[in-house]
């Protein structure tokens, strides 16, 4: 027995090769899709002089070409036919290919076989410099100002542009808000802030640049700091604990 779930993905796959094997009438004639009637007739006649079986009688493939440019001319020489036709396989001479598919009653099938394929990811020639490589700050700054800021550049060396936004990876500290673009061989330049009050340990972070094709990243680290030691209190018959204290603990 047959899921439906097959049967769809069956009909899904002979929907796609008829879209992909269907002959390109306009490539077939050497035509551009904007083609006039008139350019139509004249090349599908100076075609049939060339590939006529009865001028290429040593070529067995003549009578196919033949049948393709005739077929070929027969579609796009009839207005209803090259209407449909440009519909479906030239949309962009159209403009009404989703309207022309939502008619169909296999409407599923036919979007199904017509998703475009993924682009792949740009390579950068060279790619962007990010600086500096860390960004170390010191607490003695921290203490004497409330916020603390770092410049981080990025050159683009790539023939592409690049865009993207900054993130943090700890709420102490700040990046610009907003998209930064780079044009080829263009530099970034935007400040980051530490703000003190808010700073948590071991205080480590990250500035994130996330662009289309590349991430930089930058480590920012917090130095100086020091832990405030526990103060213990000594037993009771240590003789370092004073008289008054030692009396309050015999009374227990």
Known sequence: ???PAARVGDRA????LIFVT??????????????TDAEIKRRYRAL???????????????NRKAARVNVAFETLSDPEKRRAYDELYHPAKTKKKYEFWAEQPNWEDIVAANVPARRSA????????????????????????????????ITNRC?????????TSE?????????????????????????????????????????KDWTGVVPVKINGYVA???RTVPPADSAFVPLRRRKWAGRR
């Open 1 to 3: 027995m047959i899921r």
């Open 13 to 16: 796959r002979a929907c796609k």
């Open 22 to 35: 269907a002959p390109d009438h306009y490539a077939t004639l050497s035509l551009k899709p904007d083609a």
């Open 48 to 62: 049939m002089r060339e590939v006529h079986p009865d001028a290429n009688a040593n070529d067995p493939l003549a």
């Open 122 to 153: 740009h390579v950068h020639s060279l790619e962007p410099l990010i600086e500096p490589l860390e960004i170390d700050v010191d607490m003695a700054e921290l203490k004497q100002h409330d916020r603390v800021r770092r410049r981080v550049t």
């Open 159 to 167: 023939e592409c542009t690049i865009s993207g936004d900054v993130s």
């Open 171 to 211: 709420p102490w500290l700040y990046g610009p808000v907003g998209r930064l673009t780079a044009k080829p061989g263009a530099t970034i330049e935007f400040d980051v802030e530490v703000v003190s009050r808010k700073v948590t340990f071991p205080g480590i972070s990250r500035v994130i640049f996330v662009a």
């Open 228 to 230: 405030k030691q526990r």
